[in-house]
């Protein structure tokens, strides 16, 4: 393990509703979901002095301080590129907690995707950029890769033809996370599972890419507390130790478009997993639960073999006899995942691995004390291992 092992801890979680259409702004999305997460943990906004958040988040770091009345800042930070900076947010928050740069740092995104600016439609802004990631999408975009969907739906036809992979294997993702859903009160689809035959009668958004394979759009804000793991062990709702925490881009990497590599898979996810083993001195074996990022269902089988729980092309047979779904081997998504819960860009999907160790899902999964959970895929990335030592 490394030193940075289990010296910070998540020691609170809070989150609004989620929703299509929240009917506030998205700063005051933001302060709400922190004061819960300060409220869960016993903390007030006197106690935070750092703030982490995403790079397209429209709240900065000294408004949300403002609104709340937090004082000095000793540390703010912001990750790039999308759903891949979820897990990077506690990344930060930790690094600045266990080097001593600040004491309670708050990892947060709030925003009205549904509402507001929709992240699936076609950003016609994101090919006219001045600056590099402008000129990368200036060469994809006119040919009609200019959606998350389009782009995806090329890496999932290439895995498909190289390793024999159907889109009912990706149902089988879809399926499992609308079950978990049908048991939270807080997902969108609560009470709402699915089967196999509607995953397969859903409509085609890029082919091979259906409905049910795609991520919703939703409104809401989801907070996380970082503190020392040593504090946080005195506070209302005990630690959760961060294990391992990294980040990773690959060679070769553009945002959801990096198809001129040899293996156009997921390199980057590689890259993160290979880390979070050497941090915690753990093993896919020693993982009782995941949740791993669903914008599109291919991608959580790509990332089962990039995080080596099973070997390059082999998830479709991992996960055909129900090994995600509860009471399997290895539960993914036991909130609903972003296909069921919501898709607030990854940050639910670190709340849903506290409530594990804690030991408070609604689909808790028996004996869970390492809990491993990404960010997003096809971008450069990040992951993190939570439980105990």
């Given at each position: 393990?490394?030193?940075?092992?289990?010296?910070?801890?998540?020691?609170?979680?809070?989150?609004?509703?989620?929703?299509?259409?929240?009917?506030?702004?998205?700063?005051?999305?933001?302060?709400?979901?922190?004061?819960?997460?300060?409220?869960?943990?016993?903390?007030?906004?006197?106690?935070?002095?750092?703030?982490?958040?995403?790079?397209?988040?429209?709240?900065?770091?000294?408004?949300?301080?403002?609104?709340?009345?937090?004082?000095?800042?000793?540390?703010?930070?912001?990750?790039?590129?999308?759903?891949?900076?979820?897990?990077?947010?506690?990344?930060?928050?930790?690094?600045?907690?266990?080097?001593?740069?600040?004491?309670?740092?708050?990892?947060?995104?709030?925003?009205?995707?549904?509402?507001?600016?929709?992240?699936?439609?076609?950003?016609?802004?994101?090919?006219?950029?001045?600056?590099?990631?402008?000129?990368?999408?200036?060469?994809?975009?006119?040919?009609?890769?200019?959606?998350?969907?389009?782009?995806?739906?090329?890496?999932?036809?290439?895995?498909?033809?190289?390793?024999?992979?159907?889109?009912?294997?990706?149902?089988?993702?879809?399926?499992?996370?609308?079950?978990?859903?049908?048991?939270?009160?807080?997902?969108?689809?609560?009470?709402?599972?699915?089967?196999?035959?509607?995953?397969?009668?859903?409509?085609?958004?890029?082919?091979?890419?259906?409905?049910?394979?795609?991520?919703?759009?939703?409104?809401?804000?989801?907070?996380?507390?970082?503190?020392?793991?040593?504090?946080?062990?005195?506070?209302?709702?005990?630690?959760?130790?961060?294990?391992?925490?990294?980040?990773?881009?690959?060679?070769?990497?553009?945002?959801?478009?990096?198809?001129?590599?040899?293996?156009?898979?997921?390199?980057?996810?590689?890259?993160?997993?290979?880390?979070?083993?050497?941090?915690?001195?753990?093993?896919?074996?020693?993982?009782?639960?995941?949740?791993?990022?669903?914008?599109?269902?291919?991608?959580?089988?790509?990332?089962?073999?990039?995080?080596?729980?099973?070997?390059?092309?082999?998830a479709k047979d991992f996960i055909a006899d129900g090994a995600i779904e509860i009471g399997g081997r290895l539960p993914l998504n036991t909130h609903g995942g972003q296909l069921g819960e919501a898709y607030i860009h990854g940050m639910n999907g670190i709340a849903e691995g506290v409530r594990q160790i804690r030991g408070s899902s609604v689909?808790?999964?028996?004996?869970?004390?390492?809990?491993?959970?990404?960010?997003?895929?096809?971008?450069?990335?990040?992951?993190?291992?939570?439980?105990?030592?």
């Amino acid at each position: 393990m490394s030193s940075f092992s289990g010296a910070a801890a998540i020691a609170g979680i809070g989150a609004t509703e989620f929703s299509k259409e929240s009917g506030r702004s998205e700063l005051q999305l933001s302060a709400e979901a922190t004061l819960a997460a300060l409220a869960d943990a016993g903390l007030t906004a006197s106690d935070v002095d750092g703030l982490v958040t995403f790079t397209m988040d429209s709240t900065s770091e000294i408004a949300l301080a403002r609104e709340l009345g937090i004082g000095d800042l000793r540390f703010f930070s912001r990750i790039n590129y999308g759903g891949g900076a979820a897990c990077a947010t506690v990344q930060q928050a930790a690094m600045a907690v266990a080097t001593g740069m600040a004491d309670v740092v708050v990892a947060y995104r709030g925003f009205n995707e549904r509402s507001g600016q929709r992240f699936g439609q076609v950003q016609k802004w994101a090919a006219e950029q001045v600056n590099t990631n402008g000129l990368d999408n200036a060469w994809t975009y006119p040919q009609g890769l200019s959606t998350p969907a389009a782009t995806v739906a090329m890496q999932a036809r290439r895995y498909m033809h190289e390793y024999g992979a159907t889109s009912e294997d990706f149902g089988r993702v879809a399926v499992a996370d609308r079950r978990h859903a049908a048991n939270n009160p807080a997902a969108f689809f609560y009470q709402k599972p699915i089967t196999i035959q509607d995953h397969q009668s859903s409509r085609i958004i890029a082919d091979p890419l259906r409905l049910l394979d795609c991520c919703q759009e939703s409104d809401g804000a989801v907070a996380i507390v970082v503190t020392s793991t040593e504090r946080a062990r005195d506070l209302r709702a005990g630690a959760v130790p961060i294990l391992a925490a990294a980040q990773g881009s690959a060679a070769d990497q553009f945002v959801m478009t990096s198809y001129y590599r040899d293996d156009i898979g997921i390199a980057e996810m590689g890259v993160v997993g290979r880390d979070l083993w050497r941090q915690s001195g753990l093993a896919p074996a020693d993982i009782q639960t995941a949740v791993l990022y669903d914008h599109f269902t291919p991608y959580v089988l790509m990332q089962l073999e990039e995080l080596g729980f099973c070997g390059r092309g082999e998830a479709k047979d991992f996960i055909a006899d129900g090994a995600i779904e509860i009471g399997g081997r290895l539960p993914l998504n036991t909130h609903g995942g972003q296909l069921g819960e919501a898709y607030i860009h990854g940050m639910n999907g670190i709340a849903e691995g506290v409530r594990q160790i804690r030991g408070s899902s609604v689909n808790q999964v028996d004996g869970a004390r390492h809990v491993l959970v990404t960010a997003g895929t096809g971008v450069p990335t990040s992951g993190l291992i939570l439980g105990g030592a």
